[in-house]
């Protein structure tokens, strides 16, 4: 059963430090995204991608996150640095194709303090 | 920023009746999407239907889309207490931009 995994999958963290999360989108699954989920906001798409390439990273605050796939199996985003509001569930989600289904990761829960 | 607009915002009804929740957007869209999350959970793909169709089914889940008003509705058929969760719907712009609405949360009573 092919499932999207995320790690950390909870993380505590003071103001100002770095803050990686990473995803292993499911294999052979070419189109890869990141959201952030608050009460306030809801489901916001930060950054996704298609064939490891960038091709919209709009909702991402660009001052402090990053994201990349440095490899097929592996995304990352970063927040360098840190701050309370960016506390969050962070999902990341895989689908087979650019306009098809997505499937969600466990997602991660970051408190940043 | 979201496209996506659910209608109720909750829904409580008791099991075995029907429930049905409402998405309206406000551009043109490749497809859209229903999805479903359970409380602390990611979220759950439950069915796409494309801006070329009008209805699609699965199990006991039937979507309408209607491109004209852009809204579409989701029909859960003889709720169970399982089906509990909150359900969001997606939409595909056609210049790549994909958006989730802001969710129906749904309580099936037992």
């Known amino acids: 059963d092919a499932r999207v995994t995320q790690t950390p999958r909870h993380k505590v963290t003071e103001m100002g430090q770095e803050v990686t999360m990473r995803c292993q989108p499911i294999l052979g699954h070419n189109t890869v995204f990141w959201y952030r989920q608050t009460m306030m906001q809801g489901l916001e798409l930060l950054a996704y991608?298609?064939?490891?390439?960038?091709?919209?990273d709009s909702g991402m605050p660009k001052d402090r996150f990053s994201a990349e796939m440095p490899d097929a199996t592996l995304a990352t985003l970063k927040i360098q640095p840190s701050e309370p509001r960016d506390s969050a569930v962070y999902f990341c989600?895989?689908?087979?194709?650019?306009?098809?289904?997505?499937?969600f990761g466990p997602g991660t829960r970051l408190l940043v303090l | 920023s979201q496209q996506g607009e659910e209608d109720p915002q909750a829904l409580s009804i008791q099991e075995g009746e029907n429930a049905t929740m409402n998405c309206s957007y406000k551009?043109?869209?490749?497809?859209l999407q229903w999805y479903r999350q359970n409380s602390g959970r990611g979220l759950v793909h439950l069915i796409l239907?494309?801006?070329?169709?009008r209805e699609k089914h699965s199990g006991r889940l039937r979507v309408t889309l209607d491109t004209s008003k852009k809204s579409s509705s989701l029909l859960i058929t003889a709720s169970r207490a399982a089906d509990t969760a909150s359900y969001f719907c997606?939409?595909?712009?056609?210049?790549?931009?994909?958006?989730f609405g802001t969710g129906t949360s749904l309580t099936v009573i037992p």
């Open positions: 991608f298609r064939n490891r390439a960038p091709l919209d």
């Open positions: 551009t043109s869209i490749n497809n």
């Open positions: 239907i494309r801006s070329n169709e």
């Open positions: 997606a939409t595909f712009e056609m210049g790549n931009q994909f958006y």
């Open positions: 989600a895989s689908g087979p194709g650019p306009f098809g289904g997505q499937y």
